[in-house]
């Protein structure tokens, strides 16, 4: 499960920055909450990284950055 995460999130990345002007207003705000996980993520590809620890750079809660992460991948 985490192996398809982190290729959803590569995924997401390639595409986001192309695309982020087609989102609808909500996931916008989503991806602008999630920018800073997404950036550290992109730069350390190779690193194990915790949902702590990227809630801690959004500055949100582990629950809440679930929730808006999983409001971008929905399956």
Not at 55 to 74: A, M
Request: proline share 3%; with cysteine.
């Amino acid at each position: 499960r985490l192996e398809n995460m982190r290729k959803e999130m590569s995924n997401f990345i390639i595409n986001s920055y192309s695309e982020e002007k087609e989102l609808d207003k909500s996931k916008l705000s989503v991806s602008r909450t999630l920018k800073p996980a997404i950036d550290y993520i992109y730069s350390h590809k190779g690193e194990n990284i915790s949902v702590k620890d990227m809630s801690e750079i959004c500055h949100v809660s582990q629950s809440y950055f679930s929730r808006l992460f999983l409001h971008i991948w929905p399956n």
